[in-house]
């Protein structure tokens, strides 16, 4: 397990440090609501639990733990005096603090506290090219099979054996500066039938490159005992032949396609901003992004603003707990899908179910391992984006629906406005396609629309957004592009998907598209740009088809 960065390691230090350094101060505070409990102000007893609740959370994040067990201890009777009513701190609670402070005269020292620092595994970002290898003689491959792969940016590579395979991965995937992000191996499933040498390769290449590697295998035999044995040999899928390429394509895209939708947003709500702090950086080192929350009557503004793919949220806030605020959130139907996890010392089990039952879904304990907390938030993260995914996409082809990529248009227009830079939106239509439905089957007009969407999905950034506006129509908006660069991307594009062989499994064909581009902001308004991009589309349509046309300003249009 690899350690956090430097820069994150440092930033840590620091903030223990200054947990440290600030404790004398906090104690003395604590010190005064004790006094001020003592004679019965019940609301310095309320704010005398809401600090040391504080002082158990940090300390436990930065490796203090007998600090973090007394406060802990302390806090747990502040809450017993405050559930029965107590006119002040119990003798046990006096007790309790009196051990705090004695904790506290004697801090661990910051190369305790920075040797006591989280660590993580550093999640790197991943690159753009994929390598096809064909080991052996693969059954069932149509002749132009690499042409056809490499639309979609795939090389492809050859060996007679997998023995070779150690050497080639070592220098193409194990590398810092290794050329593929993921490598695809595909052979026939008797490669590895009685070959206990190669079996034993095969597993030592899958564990070292579990992350990179992808093992395809290919029989002429598609039955229970042939699926059962590529399974036994490791394989991800199995694909029997003659080997369809769209459908293979689609197997491969489910175990290397990239994701589109960027990093992860996390939302913080907590007023420990020494707390706030390392959670935050733990997160950004795995790759997310965060935002925070000190102050919980602002939670909706943000909520808006920024949609966070999930709520992590301290149990004990002023004004306003962390149970009583899932309850506000849960009460608010926009948001009533993001998940929410408790991050607290709280060890009570009946308190964190009743936390949960209020609106969460699941309690951490402080201190949590860097690990635990990237894996938990990024696994409940991903069922957010799956339901948004189903709300908001089309179901054929993952990409954006008619609704939600009008609404993009509308959110991309006003962000090139601010800035003053120009925006492309684009409607393609693939050419006769009534004519492929009707000769070749829906299902096989499907497979159609799917491979263009991969296409588009391959071939354009993440910064540009991507839509199927109906039937076989798509919407592409290209931000900080104009009129001519638009042209240029969507031009090779087109190129390459006319050169995509489809097939109904029998026949074979091919499809080409129109293109329309509307460039903002020449056209100033969505519906604007729309309406000119449709025009675009009907000129290229009425002047022969499978081109690109640029809607000039006026009422003339010419391809």
């Known amino acids: 397990m690899s350690s956090l960065p430097d820069s994150v390691q440092a930033r840590l230090q620091e903030l223990a440090q200054k947990f440290s350094s600030a404790l004398p101060d906090v104690i003395r505070e604590v010190r005064a609501l004790a006094d001020q409990a003592s004679v019965g102000r019940r609301e310095s007893l309320r704010e005398l639990r809401l600090r040391v609740h504080r002082i158990a959370g940090s300390a436990a994040t930065f490796g203090f733990e007998e600090i973090g ?47 006591a620092a989280p660590r993580a595994t550093t999640v790197e970002p991943p690159g753009y090219d994929r390598v096809l290898i064909l080991v052996g003689d693969v059954p069932g491959l149509p002749e132009d099979f690499g042409e056809q792969v490499a639309v979609f940016r795939f090389a492809v590579s050859f060996a007679e054996d997998i023995l070779s395979l150690p050497d080639f991965c070592s220098v193409q995937l194990g590398q810092e500066d290794s050329p593929y992000r993921h490598a695809v191996i595909m052979a026939d499933a008797g490669h590895f039938s ?80 020494e707390q706030v702090s390392s959670t935050a950086l733990v997160l950004q080192d795995a790759g997310m992004i965060t935002s925070v929350v000190t102050d919980p009557s602002h939670i909706f503004q943000v909520l808006v603003e920024y949609r966070p793919e999930l709520i992590l949220l301290d149990m004990y806030m002023p004004g306003c707990s962390g149970p009583e605020l899932a309850k506000l959130i849960r009460q608010n139907e926009n948001f009533v899908g993001i998940p929410i996890l408790y991050l607290s010392v709280e060890k009570d089990v009946e308190k964190q179910l009743e936390a949960i039952e209020a609106g969460g879904d699941g309690f951490l304990e402080k201190p949590i391992h860097p690990d635990h907390l990237v894996a938990m938030v990024r696994t409940l993260a991903n069922r957010t984006r799956s339901m948004r995914y189903y709300m908001e996409r089309d179901s054929l082809t993952g990409l954006l629906n008619h609704t939600n990529l009008k609404q993009q248009l509308e959110n991309e227009l006003q962000r090139a406005r601010r800035m003053g830079i120009e925006l492309v939106f684009a ?83 091919t499809v080409t598209l129109s293109c329309g581009l509307a460039e903002f902001p020449r056209f100033e308004t969505a519906v604007e740009m729309g309406e000119a991009a449709d025009a675009a589309l009907y000129s290229a349509k009425e002047n022969g088809r499978n081109r690109i046309v640029i809607a000039p300003v006026g009422d003339d249009l010419a391809p």
């Open 69 to 115: 067990l007394r406060a802990r201890a302390a806090e747990n009777e502040i809450e017993r005096d405050l559930a029965t009513e107590s006119p002040g701190p119990s003798e046990r609670t006096t007790a309790a603090l009196q051990e705090l402070y004695r904790a506290a005269a004697n801090p661990m020292t910051a190369d305790q506290a920075s040797s």
């Open 194 to 273: 009685r070959q206990p040498a190669r079996l034993r390769v095969l597993k030592s290449l899958r564990q070292e490159y579990r992350e990179k590697l992808v093992l395809f295998l290919v029989g002429q035999e598609d039955d229970f005992e042939t699926r059962l044995r590529s399974v036994r040999f490791g394989a991800d899928a199995f694909i029997s032949t003659p080997v369809d390429l769209s459908r293979f394509v689609d197997h491969i895209e489910s175990f290397t396609g990239e994701n589109r939708e960027g990093p992860v947003h996390v939302l913080i709500i907590d007023d420990d901003p």
């Open 427 to 509: 409607m393609i239509d693939l050419d006769r396609f009534k004519s492929v439905n009707d000769t070749y089957g829906h299902l096989t007009g499907d497979r159609v629309i799917k491979s263009l969407a991969r296409l588009l999905s391959e071939r354009l950034r993440r910064s540009d957004t991507i839509g199927r506006y109906g039937g076989e129509e798509f919407g592409v908006i290209l931000f900080n592009t104009d009129a001519a660069q638009a042209h240029r991307i969507l031009d090779e594009i087109r190129e390459s998907f006319s050169s995509l062989r489809q097939t109904d499994g029998q026949q074979e064909f």
